[in-house]
């Protein structure tokens, strides 16, 4: 087994295997397919991550002090897309996002995949009237992130800041929630043209990029909530494979 500060793999539930010597020196991707109920834990600077499969990932949304809303999202995911790995965080070290945002993944944090990951959704997009794209055409990049792109270090609301999940890179839409309202918790979607810079010169915490402002009228409620989002998820782009729902 691996004993690294940067990497570790840690088997959590060992299976009934032959080789069961071997079976702590692999990871779940070296396992013979067949081989079930395997959890594996990997720890980095960011935290400790678990990872396991479907009925891993049911568990831990049924079993956790998320609202019944939120369950229900999350639920939907992963019976929508069963044979896919699932994530989230035992323990979280950075401070990234509000505490809701961190409670959410650490009882779910997506889905488990080596590259980059793009969402299609099932509701037509909010801008649809500007744009006319349907909902099947639309893939959104997944990311968390306070800057939409090198040219801004951060992106603020009034005086709100907003932390970015999606990026429409055919048309340059946006999807992002307040990270500082508790209360408000709703996605919204907005163009990169709406993105200004600060009028105020509002300084920001790096200094690496100018400090960008939207106005409230530019966005539109994509989704209810964050949660809300994983739940309207029909198909899944990982890397160049394409994931359709069941």
């Known amino acids: 087994m691996q004993n690294s500060s940067i990497s570790r793999h840690i088997i959590l539930a060992l299976p009934v295997c032959p080789a069961r010597a071997n079976c702590f020196t692999k990871t779940i991707a070296e396992v013979a397919p067949g081989v079930e109920f395997l959890m594996e834990t990997i720890e980095n600077k960011f935290g400790i991550k678990l990872i396991g499969d479907s009925r891993d990932a049911e568990e831990w ?10 369950k229900t999202a999350f ?12 994530q989230r965080w035992r323990e979280i070290r950075s401070t990234f996002g509000p505490d809701w945002l961190r409670s959410i993944r650490m009882v779910l944090d997506g889905v488990t995949a080596n590259g980059p990951i793009w969402m299609r959704f099932d509701q037509e ?3 649809y ?4 794209r349907p909902a099947e055409e639309i893939w959104y990049h997944y990311f968390l992130s306070y800057s939409p792109t090198s040219e801004y270090d951060a992106v603020y609301c009034g005086e709100q800041q907003l932390i970015f999940v999606g990026h429409w890179q055919e048309e340059d839409y946006f999807l992002a929630f307040n ?7 709703s ?22 990029a100018p400090v960008g402002q939207v106005a409230i009228d530019d966005m539109e409620i994509a989704f209810e909530s964050y949660a809300d989002m994983f739940g309207h998820i029909v198909a899944l782009k990982i890397g160049d494979t394409i994931v359709s729902s069941d």
């Open 187 to 208: 996605v919204y979607a907005l163009h990169a043209d709406h993105i200004h810079p600060n009028d105020a010169a509002q300084a920001s915490d790096t200094g690496e």
């Open 75 to 86: 639920l939907r995911l992963i019976r929508r897309f069963p044979s896919l790995r699932y």
């Open 129 to 132: 009237d500007i744009h006319e």
């Open 125 to 127: 997009d909010p801008f």
């Open 61 to 70: 949304v049924t079993e956790s002090a998320l609202d019944e809303q939120s």
């Open 179 to 185: 990270a500082d309202d508790d209360n408000d918790l």
